[in-house]
């Protein structure tokens, strides 16, 4: 309605000769096939590694032509230890993701003991040297669920390295319709 009350056509109203809102044909999202996807390596943290124990031992060596002057002093080695300890600690935290999403679900499913559901994986690292260590959040595969587990599953090797299984403390009732889960008794 206008200021006078009088009806107003709607330009983003649905009617039968104009569709609503649509993206164009250029923005649709390009879904990728699962199978095509794959999870980044950590072994790329060894690239700039690499480049910065370069880049110490070439300040190394000016420092050791050069001598210490004016334009090249003792700040070029301070430069050249830091970048060298930045440098080995980027080749060691550098680990090789040898396992996949997929394959922490596998173990992380055997880990709970229950049918799962639903489930999400995350890539996060764990301790000094950055270890890659797969999340892993599963949840029965009941309606609604009972269950929940959580599995730490390490990337390097297919092992679990924590696990946390508990009746899921949810209610789901407003959500499903029906009544919250009973909880289970304890022994």
């Known amino acids: 309605m206008?200021?006078?009350?009088?009806?107003?056509?709607?330009?983003?109203?649905?009617?039968?000769?104009?569709?609503?809102?649509q993206l164009p044909e250029?923005?649709?999202?390009?879904?990728?096939d699962p199978e095509d996807y794959v999870f980044?390596?950590?072994?790329?943290?060894?690239?700039?590694?690499?480049?910065?124990?370069?880049?110490?031992?070439?300040?190394?060596?000016?420092?050791?032509?050069?001598?210490?002057?004016v334009y090249v002093n003792r700040g070029y080695v301070m430069a050249a230890?830091?970048?060298?300890?930045?440098?080995?600690?980027?080749?060691?935290?550098?680990?090789?993701?040898?396992?996949?999403e997929r394959d922490a679900l596998v173990a992380a499913v055997r880990e709970v003991g229950f049918p799962v559901g639903h489930a999400s994986a995350q890539m996060g690292w764990r301790g000094l040297l950055s270890r890659p260590t797969w999340r892993i959040l599963l949840y029965s595969a009941d309606?609604?669920?009972?269950?929940?587990g959580f599995v730490l599953v390490d990337g390097v090797e297919p092992t679990v390295v924590d696990s946390f299984v508990e009746d899921n403390p949810e209610d789901w009732s407003k959500l499903?319709?029906?009544s919250a889960p009973e909880p289970a008794a304890e022994s």
Do not use: C, F, H, M
């Open 143 to 148: 309606d609604p669920p009972s269950k929940r």
């Open 176 to 178: 499903t319709g029906g």
């Open 81 to 100: 230890v830091i970048l060298g300890l930045l440098g080995v600690y980027s080749i060691v935290s550098g680990w090789n993701l040898n396992v996949d």
């Open 40 to 69: 980044p390596n950590n072994n790329r943290r060894r690239i700039p590694g690499y480049l910065y124990l370069g880049i110490a031992v070439a300040l190394a060596a000016l420092v050791v032509i050069r001598g210490d002057g």
């Open 2 to 21: 206008n200021e006078r009350g009088e009806p107003v056509d709607d330009p983003g109203a649905d009617s039968p000769d104009q569709p609503g809102d």
């Open 26 to 32: 250029d923005l649709q999202p390009n879904l990728v």
